[in-house]
């Protein structure tokens, strides 16, 4: 195990004469504070017991609820069994990779990409290969060329992990014409997409794309999603959506982890 980039990111970024724009921390005057306020009252006064009390894996069904409202804007509507929610996002991937990764497990994602994820994924002995970027997002032609060369070698990589809205750090967003050709992908070759999407409800403007869950189904996409930059890092709430097969182990993980 080693460092993660995000922890040196944070010790950097916390110095006060520092502003960065490398880490997606959001800005601190659009946090609500007498929203929590009020909801902190409310929840004091009106359901303490339930909200100290240890709670089910998955999460609270009212939460998947609003989850499935945030997901709802996008276009998606993934069954509430298929969700769970998580401490942030970066447990999201935590998780996946609990689930999938065996030592010497292949890994495809973007170069570059989170620089949080890379970290999980050598953490559980992944091999992690690395495929370009250019203005359009993932060159999904070369992710076809290394699967191709796996094949030829009897290996097949655990899953493609892509951050494919307003990437970050590289700063660029998947096309929609890449998006159908790594679905397509996923679909010939039985595997497994991880779609991060902490950004896609922040668009300026222009016309939104498709999630990749919801161009493929849901089959072989697990879908990452965070509150963190659309409300609070701070509350660490995040959640996954998953096919049954792969859910039902991302559970067991989860209590593992917190029970």
């Not at 960065?20 to 409310?42: E, I, N, R, V, Y």
């Not at 890994?107 to 620089?115: G, S």
């Not at 189904?217 to 660490?236: A, H, N």
Request: glycine letters at 8%; aromatic letters at 6%; a negative charge.
């Amino acid at each position: 195990m080693r460092s993660s980039a995000m922890r040196d990111l944070m010790a950097i970024t916390a110095r006060p004469e520092v502003i960065s724009l490398a880490g997606g921390l959001p800005d601190t005057s659009t946090f609500p504070p007498s929203s929590f306020a009020a909801q902190m009252t409310k929840i004091a006064q009106e359901s303490a017991a339930q909200a100290l009390q240890y709670g089910p894996t998955e999460g609270f069904e009212e939460t998947k609820d609003c989850i499935l409202q945030v997901m709802g804007a996008e276009g998606m509507l993934p069954d509430p069994d298929d969700v769970i929610v998580t401490t942030g996002g970066q447990q999201a991937i935590d998780l996946v990779c609990k689930t999938l990764i065996d030592p010497g497990d292949v890994v495809i994602c973007e170069a570059p990409t989170y620089p949080g994820a890379v970290p999980v994924f050598c953490s559980y002995q992944a091999e992690v290969i690395q495929v370009e970027c250019d203005d359009d997002g993932l060159r999904v032609d070369e992710v076809e060329r290394v699967l191709d060369r796996l094949a030829g070698e009897g290996r097949k990589p655990k899953f493609v992990y892509s951050v494919p809205t307003f990437q970050n750090p590289a700063g660029v967003t998947l096309s929609f014409d890449r998006r159908r050709h790594l679905v397509e992908l996923a679909r010939h070759h039985e595997l497994l997409i991880a779609e991060d999407n902490p950004y896609g409800l922040l668009r300026y403007e222009g016309d939104p794309l498709p999630p990749l869950y919801q161009l493929e189904g849901g089959d072989y996409v697990i879908y990452l999603g965070t509150f963190s930059k659309i409300l609070s890092p701070g509350i660490r709430l995040g959640w996954a959506v998953a096919p049954p097969p792969v859910m039902d182990k991302i559970v067991l993980g989860k209590q593992a982890s917190d029970l």
